[in-house]
Nanobody
Framework: QVQLVESGGGLVQPGESMRLSCTPS????????MGWYRQAPGKQRELVAQ???????NYANAVKGRFIISRDNDKNTVYLQMNSLKPEDTGVYYC??????????WGQGTQVTVSS
């Protein structure tokens, strides 16, 4: 199992920005795609964004144009820059790492709360 260490998260007001980080315990080049799911209270976990080995990205419609996922190979880290945050972005964000249909690991989850 690949260990994924997440950082970031916390409480922000609507319209503000926040960045999440996720660092795997193996070389990022050995992972086909990484990203984040989120789970709001009483709702199912949903895919937020993912980035593939050669930087192809995919976003949920709800975050397109506001969130940016990127990877820094030198720091072996994937980032999720979240801009123009809305209350409906509130939830626990889980970093993941996949190779095809194989899930390599999950992060511990980080709480993001958007509230005035």
């Amino acid at each position: 199992q690949v260990q994924l260490v997440e950082s970031g998260g916390g409480l922000v007001q609507p319209g503000e920005s926040m960045r999440l980080s996720c660092t795997p315990s193996i070389n990022i080049f050995d992972i086909n795609n990484m990203g984040w799911y989120r789970q709001a209270p009483g709702k199912q976990r949903e895919l937020v964004a993912q980035i593939y080995k050669f930087d192809t990205t995919n976003y949920a419609n709800a975050v397109k144009g506001r969130f940016i996922i990127s990877r820094d190979n030198d720091k072996n880290t994937v980032y999720l820059q979240m801009n123009s945050l809305k209350p409906e972005d509130t939830g626990v964000y889980y970093c993941f790492a996949h190779n095809g249909d194989l899930t390599l690991g999950w992060g511990q989850g980080t709480q993001v709360t958007v509230s005035s």
